[in-house]
């Protein structure tokens, strides 16, 4: 049996290859351009706010609820309730799915609803209500109603970077120890009532 033919070698391939060279690896494919609206630049998740009803909170959530109402703790409110912090944190998510708030939703929103629906007693200002601009008095509803900072930093139409500064002028301007005691003495100044909007100056609530 005669072998198998052979084709024959073309002897210019090689020294073509050898010029051309190896060829470069493959690097990662471009990413698209990403074009950003201007308008969706300033969105910003909306408050918590639900037409649903609020589920009445039970007696044990109503005291639990009490505790936040005066800026306690979860660690602070299972001291004075002899209660372990696991279960009080248990019933600040009860208390916190009975308003409808979100999962990542802060204490102060949570307690601003609490005030808001009625489900613990406004708290009683012990003084008269400082002169705020209209610019804190935006920022105080920012606080009050978002959770994430760029969130209240977009309500209350600050750049993020200026949004620390702002608030420490609140806090000092108000005598707040932090954003949960901010949002108590806000109520107790009736400052932050649903059919109130930040369009006036406030005076001293005598």
């Not at 102060?108 to 804190?136: G, Y």
């Not at 600050?158 to 949004?163: I, K, Y």
Request: proline share 13%; glycine share 2%.
């Amino acid at each position: 049996m005669s072998p198998r033919a052979r084709h024959p070698v073309n002897p210019n391939r090689h020294a073509r290859a050898r010029a051309v060279g190896p060829r470069p690896p493959r690097g990662p494919a471009a990413p698209l351009p990403v074009t950003i609206h201007p308008a969706e630049r300033d969105t910003v998740t909306p408050p918590v706010t639900t037409s649903a009803p609020i589920t009445p909170l039970t007696p044990t959530l109503q005291r639990v609820a009490q505790h936040l109402a005066t800026g306690l703790t979860a660690q602070e409110i299972a001291t004075q309730t002899a209660l372990s912090p696991v279960t009080i944190r248990q019933y600040i998510r009860d208390i916190r799915e009975s308003l409808h708030c979100p999962p990542r939703c802060k204490p102060p929103v949570i307690v601003h609803r609490l005030f808001a629906d009625q489900q613990v007693a406004p708290p009683t200002a012990d003084r008269p209500a400082p002169m705020l601009s209209l610019d804190e008095l935006l920022l105080l509803r920012a606080v009050a109603e978002h959770s994430d900072a760029r969130d209240i930093a977009v309500a209350a139409k600050l750049a993020p970077a200026d949004l620390r500064a702002a608030l420490d002028q609140l806090l000092t301007d108000t005598g707040a120890q932090d954003t949960t005691h901010l949002v108590i003495l806000a109520h107790g100044w009736n400052l932050l009532t649903l059919e109130q909007a930040p369009a006036t100056r406030s005076g001293a609530n005598q």
